[in-house]
């Protein structure tokens, strides 16, 4: 097997699974372990995939998304701290849009039930969690559903987004970069992101450590843009540090 059929069978490996491990790929491709190391430092490069101890896991791209079902498996306990925090900056707000993505599900989850609120998602699991919610109005936008995350995106969700205005938004992404700024692989996702941006008052970004420096097809926001970059203690403070230049209040939990 050639070099770059090797590395290409790496990122189907990592796509499929959700991750690699470099001893099970060293085994399975009966090379050296040191040979995997160098094939991740190249698809890195090329972002197919970032780096961890001892493996790798893939970069979402145009051509590839995780669905909602691997979500809910990877990080589980960083993003409930992490939903716990981000509901905790709710204040004053009355209007508040919770974005598609397994994360937003538990913020909408960690959201007060003791008080009046509109809720408006492109997510029909967030909608669904909040609808038994006596005190909380959910105004569901309109529009395709995409299979793969379960929300709608296309003109009628923008639409539909751009006649509120909105105390409070929670936005997650699938990339966020001090260079790239916030991206998402899919323009219809990024376009009703964008949306809830420009419709917001106030902006909260959610999301793990892993989502950091990883880079996607299409970018809708700046970091700058967000009053609040809520992650986990995974993050190094220094990383963190940066990230809090260019605006937002940088909370790790």
């Known amino acids: 097997m050639g070099t770059e059929e090797r590395r290409r069978g790496i990122v189907e490996t990592a796509r499929r699974d959700g991750s690699v491990d470099v001893n099970r790929l060293a085994e399975e491709f009966r090379v050296a372990k040191e040979t995997i190391r160098r094939d991740l430092h190249i698809l890195e490069e090329h972002g197919l995939v970032r780096r961890t101890h001892g493996g790798a896991y893939p970069v979402e791209s145009a051509g590839f998304e995780t669905t909602l079902a691997m979500r809910t498996t990877r990080h589980v306990p960083q993003k409930s701290r992490i939903a716990a925090a981000a509901a905790d900056l709710l204040q004053d707000a009355e209007t ?21 609120l509109t809720v408006v998602t492109a997510s029909l699991a967030v909608a669904t969690i909040l609808a038994d919610a006596e005190k909380t109005a959910v105004l569901l936008l309109g529009g395709r559903v995409r299979g793969s995350t379960m929300a709608t995106v296309d003109h009628w969700a923008t639409r539909m987004l751009a006649d ?48 950091f420096g990883a880079v996607s097809f299409c970018r809708f926001a700046a970091v700058g843009d967000f009053e609040a970059v809520v992650t986990d203690s995974q993050l190094p403070s220094a990383e963190a540090q940066r990230y809090s230049l260019l605006g937002p209040n940088v909370i790790r939990v």
């Open 96 to 116: 508040v849009f919770v974005d598609e993505g397994y994360t937003p599900q538990l913020i909408a989850e960690a959201l007060p039930r003791d008080r009046p």
């Open 164 to 211: 509120f205005v909105i105390d409070l938004a929670f936005v997650g992404a699938n990339g966020i970069s001090r260079r790239y700024w916030l991206t998402t692989p899919d323009p219809a996702v990024a376009e009703v992101k964008a949306q809830a941006v420009r419709s917001a008052r106030r902006r909260v970004f959610a999301g793990v450590h892993t989502k």
